[in-house]
């Protein structure tokens, strides 16, 4: 059984830069798809970012683009959301998750594609 802890989240100031990070048990991060959701109150939940199991291809939403990366550490099993040039519009729950198969690039953004979630973590951006 696969278990997602993210962890990192925080209140932080608009133009800082925060990491988040998914421990990953039960399976080996490198033969996991993963990617990062969050939700903000009263909106459905977005995807953000995610990075195939080849780890040779991120996929990041208009949202985010040139502002957060996805990435792992196998030898830590633990995947990653860097955040930079944080905005208030970015303050959510975020969720990492993780997908067993070898999901195609068009599905990565869809929640149904991912068989294992966390249990989320606060971000709050604000001056």
């Known amino acids: 059984q696969v278990q997602l802890v993210d962890s990192g989240g925080g209140l932080v100031q608009p133009g800082s830069s925060l990491r988040l990070s998914c421990a990953v048990s039960?399976?080996?991060?490198?033969?996991?798809?993963m990617a990062w959701f969050r939700q903000a109150p009263g909106k459905e939940r977005e995807f953000a970012a995610a990075?195939?199991?080849?780890?040779?291809?991120?996929n990041t939403a208009n949202s985010v683009w040139g502002r957060f990366t996805v990435s792992r550490d196998n030898g830590k099993n633990t995947a990653y959301l860097q955040m930079n040039g944080l905005k208030p519009e970015d303050s959510a729950v975020y969720y990492c998750?993780?997908?067993?198969?070898?999901?195609?690039?068009?599905?990565?953004?869809?929640?149904?594609?991912?068989?294992?979630w966390g249990q989320g973590t606060q971000v709050t951006v604000s001056s």
């Open positions: 998750a993780a997908a067993t198969g070898n999901p195609i690039s068009s599905s990565l953004t869809l929640a149904s594609t991912y068989d294992y």
């Open positions: 039960g399976r080996a991060v490198s033969t996991l798809t």
């Open positions: 990075l195939k199991r080849s780890g040779g291809m991120t």
